[in-house]
């Protein structure tokens, strides 16, 4: 029975769609959590890779986990207590506020702020936070591609959203 | 209810009905929208389907799972390997992504393969997976865009910041970076953020979320009015948004300073020639405007 399973994740056609599926997640999961520290597309090009070659041992229902906790292993291996700091896209739209040279400081300074901010956060509540709030997974979502309850995933964007807060309202 | 328990229960989406308009208006409230706001711009890199799986399956060629001895094997291995490949270029092929894409003064109209009909204004694009589109009814959308939906399975429109789900119906979406407008024009169309505000709309109403802001209000025109006519419309929308809007459009720089952009504009601007662009936007609010290369001023005059 299970044995019929295991050769699913061998078969081209289940491998693409497991790919399919999670493929991008799990960049997403790996950039949020360790940002350039490694290279996503690389983690993401390992993690498949090891599941084809385990492909007769892992089971199509546990290809998921185990991609997600392969990436991350790896991701550990190199990252060792280094601070993840990532890059924003280009400034907000100026169009929206009434600009003077003042506020136009207090926004860049916001921005540094906030970016600091997150590279405090540990990875895990980083990458919940910002796989929920940028990439719009819900929290079930999120619970069931780290392996994590719903709870869990709460409490992690809570303090988050919390330890944000705090650091950015000194400011 | 102390700020810390608020805060737990808004994300969770306990919070309801008169603590979550208290909470709404407060100061509290207000950091936590820059805060997700600001995030955006924090968003991964775009992630490349293709080339990763491109990428995966020419390196699992060296991953050997039986090594074969025999020429009755090798032979039944050449096979493999044939129909692997040819399964594999199947596959490629059957769930292909396909993308429309329009610049500045132009518009398309679409048909998709359940029928249904999307015409897409200016500098918008749309995306759509071929495979199994029927019983698979996603799209992503940036830029604006009129659906005329017909009837079947879920219709899923996704947005950089928004969700739109319908079953048969017709709606407009505009969604750029910030801001997002849903407005339903036949049907219910159900609406949800990147914030997670939801509403389910129905017809004449409109879902909006200008720069974290999210309202759902009225609106009155007929139809979207920009449809054939090489145009942006709006309807009772902030000015800041139009002249984002008419920003990308043209591809300018557009300096606000010195004018209140919170007003609200109803009307539309032409996609073929800035100045009478900008001269539609401007007319009623006594705005004056300069135009440098690419950098346009808008002062009171």
Same mark, same amino acid.
């Given at each position: 029975m299970s044995k019929s399973l295991h050769k699913h994740v061998c078969e081209e056609h289940i491998f693409a769609k497991i790919h399919q599926k999670y493929a991008k997640d799990l960049h997403d999961f790996v950039y949020y959590k360790f940002g350039n520290a490694v290279d996503a597309n690389d983690n993401v090009q390992n993690a498949f890779l090891k599941l084809w070659e385990n492909c007769k041992t892992v089971s199509f229902e546990k290809a998921k986990s185990f991609l997600f906790s392969v990436a991350n292993n790896a991701s550990l291996n190199v990252l060792k207590h280094k601070k993840v700091v990532l890059k924003y896209q &280009?400034?907000?739209? &100026?169009?929206s506020t009434q600009i003077d040279p003042q506020h136009v400081l207090e926004e860049k300074e916001y921005l540094q702020k906030f970016q600091k901010a997150l590279a405090n956060l540990t990875p895990e509540k980083r990458s919940t936070f910002m796989m929920n709030?940028?990439?719009? &997974?819900s929290h079930q979502e999120i619970a069931d591609l780290e392996g994590i309850t719903k709870k869990a995933v709460e409490k992690r964007i809570y303090s988050a959203v919390k330890q944000l807060k705090d650091e950015l309202d000194e400011f | 209810m102390n700020k810390e328990k608020q805060i737990e229960s808004w994300i969770n989406g306990s919070l309801k009905g008169q603590d979550l308009e208290d909470f709404k208006s407060s100061e509290t409230y207000n950091s936590l929208q820059k805060i997700d706001h600001t995030a955006l711009?924090?968003?991964?890199p775009d992630f490349d389907e293709e080339a990763s799986r491109a990428s995966i399956n020419s390196a699992k060629k060296a991953v050997n799972h039986t090594p074969s001895k025999s020429l009755y094997y090798k032979i039944s291995g050449v096979a493999a390997i044939l129909i692997a490949g040819l399964f594999i270029a199947f596959q490629f092929f059957g769930s292909s992504t396909v993308s429309y894409g329009t610049t500045l003064n132009e518009e398309q109209i679409l048909t998709l393969p359940d029928k249904s009909t999307v015409y897409l204004n200016s500098n918008s694009k749309l995306s759509y997976s071929d495979s199994n589109f029927k019983d698979n009814r996603i799209l992503y959308l940036e830029g604006e865009a009129f659906f005329e939906v017909q009837e079947g399975t879920k219709f899923i429109v996704n947005t950089p910041v928004s969700q739109v789900e319908v079953l048969g119906t017709s709606f407009n979406i505009k969604s750029r970076n910030n801001f997002s407008e849903v407005d339903c024009y036949t049907g219910k169309v159900k609406v949800t953020d990147f914030q997670e505000n939801e509403a389910i709309l129905t017809p004449f109403q409109r879902f909006s979320n200008y720069n974290g802001k999210f309202e759902v209000s009225k609106f009155s025109n007929? *139809?979207?009015?920009?449809i054939g006519l090489r145009k942006s419309s709006f309807n009772n929308t902030p000015l800041y948004v139009v002249i984002n809007e008419l920003a990308i459009q043209y591809n300018v720089n557009i300096n606000t *300073?010195?004018? *209140?952009?919170n007003t609200n504009f109803s009307g539309s601007f032409s996609h073929d020639n800035l100045e009478n662009a900008l001269e539609s936007v401007t007319l009623p609010f006594q705005i004056d405007f300069v135009i440098k290369e690419n950098q346009v001023t808008l002062q009171k005059e």
């Open positions: &280009k400034e907000p739209q &100026k169009t709030r940028v990439e719009g &997974k | 711009l924090f968003k991964a007929q *139809d979207p009015g920009w *300073d010195s004018i *209140d952009t």
